[in-house]
């Protein structure tokens, strides 16, 4: 949902890809489930600006975005102990190497 437009991977610039927000937000917005988001980060900065561009999106937050629910670590794997902890029914990623990892724990990934 979130990609970085900047050239200089030092200094991401983080926003929105615009056509994945229908999707999140229609899950944000559904009373059937909860939602976690789960950014792979590798500073204090990038949590910052992905957190500040999450939690100060209206159409999110007036959805029911809980800013508790927006996680991060620093690896791949980091990722993978973080599903593997909070056990979800479904689990949407682009990453293959998370995929095949937590596939054995979720039913639909």
Known sequence: ILWSPSRDP??????FIESAMPFLHSLVASPRYIVHLIAVISSDREQ??????????A???QSGLDSRRILFCDTEEGKVHIVRHISPHT????????????SQYVKRV
Do not use: C, F, G, W
């Open 10 to 15: 030092l200094h991401p610039n983080y926003a």
């Open 48 to 57: 910052a600006q992905i957190q500040n561009l999450l939690t100060r999106t």
């Open 59 to 61: 159409r999110l937050t």
């Open 91 to 102: 689990h949407v990623d682009s990453d293959d190497y998370v995929i095949e990892k937590v």
